[in-house]
């Protein structure tokens, strides 16, 4: 039946010819693929145009990384963004930012609602894999409602941002300066408009807590977003009811498991970072040591600003940090990684084996095993590529040293991957990232890791491998000795 429905629902206003031929080989998966590359290249095509740079012409590489860069919301770059892009520059790589974080397919859902039609199941599709969402119904008011709240957020960060960046810069760049940091904030895209990120606000607490918020609500991601708007337009109505009727306010199980999971991967980063690097420093003040442990406790989430050199931290320090860009953000969010509930199901899992449990529940819902192998498969998939991409860069860039490169190149992995955007820096710029002196095979091969942290290593896996319908046979039950 569903079949014949989609059969039905997907016919296109096209030859029927190249009709049949999407709806066999380009999957929403491909499709959603597809879409990334021809972004990313006419992104890097306008960022190559004389009037998009100053100075020298970036190289077409370097295009294409900031390019990819910007539309998987990483923030890695290896041309300096204050420097090296004209305003034109600066705003295409912002509309790159902004598409990546919603997906493009949310865009074009957005237009067409606002035009009056409707939005096809195709279309559905795509959105369903670029959210992470369970089925295809609402998606249309869901894209509306995404959209309407992105901008809100991003002009309630941009009007905080003002207060520190206007009377510094002038009115016109220092309103600039707040947009543009406001929207890279809530995408955690981590494109900054100054050189050094914002290590020159480390100690101001308006830009902290304002950049810190937005990198948490666009990492929380927008269905915990709409359930909490929800919860809380029912407590208020409640509260000022005088017989209050109706739904009693409630979070949905993701929820509280996302808000529970980012409050301890904040908390314990945070008192980690103040113990092992700025407890015992004397030579930054009492508030600095609060801020910076914060922000560097937040902006792992795969925000990518920074307030603070990472080359002066601790390995235990670096460790930790990778730790927090390869777990990640939410789902359906607009940051990377292999994401919180994915890392909270392998977690629960694991607990349930040692406790002799056959049965996985999580708050207490239980868990379909089809999640947990799902689970337990992006997981695998991730380090293995991870792996893979550490390997294959060193083979292709020699006359390195041993000494710390192994944890810078991991770190940019990682970070690449997580679509965070930190990174140990270059030795060259140190405005550039440590990406910025790879070889050009080097920097392809991180393009390639961020496009697959951003769609997701099964989205993107899906969309190269052939999918095989499953054969209706059962097999003899089998011992296989693990462990």
Not at 90 to 111: E, V
Not at 237 to 257: E, Q
Request: one cysteine or more; hydrophobic letters at 50%.
């Amino acid at each position: 039946m569903k079949e014949k429905f989609f059969e039905k629902a997907c016919e296109l206003p096209l030859p029927v010819s190249f009709r049949i031929y999407v709806k066999k080989h380009l999957t929403p998966n491909r499709a959603l693929l597809t879409g990334f590359i021809f972004l990313i290249f006419l992104g890097s095509v306008l960022l190559s145009l004389p009037f998009s740079y100053t100075g020298d012409s970036p190289s077409p590489v370097n295009c294409i990384f900031t390019s990819t860069s910007a539309l998987c919301v990483t923030g890695l770059i290896v041309e300096d963004t204050a420097v090296k892009w004209t305003l034109f520059g600066k705003t295409i790589i912002l509309l790159l930012i902004q598409t990546g974080a919603l997906g493009y397919m949310t865009f074009a859902s957005f237009l067409i609602i606002s035009l009056g039609g409707k939005v096809t199941v195709y279309p559905r599709l795509i959105m369903k894999e670029s959210f992470a969402s369970q089925n295809i119904y609402g998606l249309g008011r869901f894209a509306k409602r995404v959209i309407a709240m992105t901008f809100f957020f991003e002009l309630i960060g941009a009007f905080f941002l003002s207060f520190a960046f206007v009377p510094k810069f002038g009115f016109a760049r220092g309103f600039g300066h707040a947009i543009f940091n406001s929207i890279s904030a809530f995408c955690n895209a981590g494109f900054s408009t100054f050189s050094d990120s914002l290590v020159s606000f480390r100690t101001d607490p308006v830009v902290v807590t304002t950049v810190s918020t937005l990198v948490i609500l666009g990492g929380i991601g927008f269905v915990v977003l709409l359930d909490l708007k929800k919860y809380c337009g029912l407590k208020i109505k409640n509260i000022f009811s005088k017989y209050p009727t109706g739904p009693k306010p409630i979070l949905i199980p993701y929820s509280k498991m996302i808000l529970i999971a980012y409050a301890i991967l904040i908390v314990f980063p945070f008192f980690f970072f103040w113990f092992n690097e700025y407890a015992l420093r004397a030579d930054i003040s009492f508030a600095e040591k609060i801020y910076s442990s914060f922000f560097q406790a937040v902006t792992p989430r795969t925000a990518g600003f920074n307030t603070a050199d990472f080359n002066i931290f601790t390995n235990a320090s670096l460790i930790v940090v990778i730790v927090l860009m390869f777990i990640g953000t939410g789902s359906g969010s607009t940051g990377g990684g292999v994401k919180i509930s994915t890392v909270a199901l392998a977690l629960s899992t694991l607990v349930a084996t040692l406790q002799g449990r056959e049965k996985i529940s999580i708050l207490k819902r239980s868990v379909p095993p089809a999640q947990i192998f799902r689970a337990f498969s992006l997981i695998t998939l991730s380090i293995l590529w991870i792996i893979l991409i550490f390997v294959l860069i060193q083979l292709f860039s020699d006359g390195y040293e041993i000494e710390r490169i192994i944890y810078k190149l991991v770190f940019e992995i990682v970070s690449a991957f997580g679509t965070v955007g930190l990174s140990l820096g270059s030795k060259t710029n140190p405005a550039h990232s440590f990406s910025s002196d790879l070889p050009s095979i080097g920097k392809l091969l991180l393009v390639s890791t961020m496009i697959m942290g951003r769609l997701g290593p099964l989205t993107f896996g899906a969309a190269l491998v052939k999918r095989t319908k499953s054969k209706k046979i059962n097999y003899v039950k089998g011992f296989m000795p693990i462990g």
